[in-house]
């Protein structure tokens, strides 16, 4: 039964990343015709330069807007697949540990899930002269407390499932597994619950 | 007598240069608002005896929103890399400064797109400063032909409400 729940959830995990991994990389939005200010239009770029701007600013920049389109879907798989971890988490803290084995392939399965959302984040291009400001700021603080509890929490709880097969009492890093999972946990619906369009 | 030709002959070529500006976009989503503010515009009047001529522009990256993110986002919808600049423009009747209260047809053209936009209510008012003119009109995104960013897969509203704050400044 848990083999099969097992079984189940990494075919929905795999079949989600594959789709999204592909959505990213096909980013060959249909780009509709433009008028290009700064290029078709002579009367428009003699109006702009006649107001002081330069051509620089003026000009337009394919590349920069490939960029941001890539970058702009990527960070929405980043959200999506956000919303899938944050499920798993929710299941692998409510699984009771009375039930080892379902707890300990929803944490494996949540970590999977955890590492695709942080790809889509951490390899999304990034703009010249990027600095995160308002929620965004909030957004990556967040990220290194529930990237660290990531850590942390796995390793924890396998000391703590390795104490418990062996029929000894729960001591040192194991005791804190479940509170590095609540804190993980509520820094990582913080980051989620502060995201903005 | 000359002096009086003179002085309307001047008052009816008199050109303006906007100051200062604040234009300010405001946009509703389910979850929370947002806006975003921009001080970089620059503008002209300019008259000729017969029409006077406005101009203002702002650069798509100027606006900020206070978040990096969102402002990114919005440079990407907006196809802002491609066409950098928002443009105002059109033509406003001669006795436009004179204290009353207007209704303007001028053209927007923004996300490479140019349609007209009609000012109900408009009525520069003198200062100081010189003359300030302030406005507010809404912006629907799908006019513009822009795909509406979402967030938890809801899209925010079509109608974006933006407010323009600005002084004039009479050329010498």
């Known amino acids: ?197 | 007598m000359v002096y009086l030709l003179l002085f309307s002959l001047q008052s009816l070529a008199a050109n303006y240069t906007l100051s200062t500006s604040e234009i300010t976009y405001n946009v509703e989503h389910i979850a929370h608002s947002a806006q975003g503010l921009s001080k970089e515009a620059k503008g002209k009047i300019t008259c000729t005896k017969e029409k006077c001529k406005l101009l203002v522009a702002a650069p798509i990256k100027s606006f900020s929103s206070g978040d990096s993110n969102r402002d990114h986002h919005m440079l990407e919808t907006t196809k802002g890399a491609l066409n950098p600049m928002v443009v105002l423009k059109g033509e406003i009747p001669k006795t436009f400064f004179q204290g009353r209260l207007h209704k303007l047809n001028l053209k927007l053209l923004f996300a490479g797109k140019e349609n007209p936009l009609v000012i109900e209510e408009i009525n520069p008012k003198k200062s100081t400063k010189g003359y300030e003119i302030d406005f507010n009109f809404p912006l629907s995104l799908t006019e513009y032909e822009l795909e509406r960013p979402a967030l938890l897969m809801v899209p925010v509203s079509d109608e974006i409400k933006i407010t323009v704050k600005s002084t004039w400044e009479e050329e010498k």
């Open chain 1, 1 to 197: 039964m848990q083999r099969k729940i097992c079984q189940i959830l990494i075919c929905i995990l795999s079949f989600v990343s594959t789709h999204t991994i592909a959505q990213a990389g096909l980013s060959t939005k249909k780009t509709r015709p433009l008028y290009l200010l700064a290029q078709n239009n002579n009367q428009a770029e003699d109006d702009l330069s006649s107001l002081g701007f330069s051509k620089e600013v003026t000009d337009s920049n394919p590349e920069e807007q490939a960029l941001l389109e890539t970058r702009s879907s990527m960070l929405q798989t980043h959200q999506y697949l956000g919303f899938v971890t944050l499920g798993l988490m929710t299941a692998s803290l409510l699984t009771p540990e009375s039930n080892l084995d379902l707890h300990k392939i929803l944490g494996i399965t949540t970590a999977v899930s955890y590492g695709a959302t942080a790809y889509f984040s951490i390899f999304a291009p990034t703009p010249k002269d990027f600095e995160s400001s308002g929620r965004t700021a909030w957004h990556k603080r967040l990220a290194w407390v529930h990237g660290i509890g990531m850590v942390l929490t796995p390793v924890f709880g396998l000391v703590r499932y390795n104490q418990k097969e062996a029929g000894k009492p729960i001591t040192g890093v194991a005791k804190l597994h479940p509170v590095a999972a609540i804190t993980t946990y509520a820094a990582f619906a913080g980051a989620m619950a502060i995201m903005t369009f």
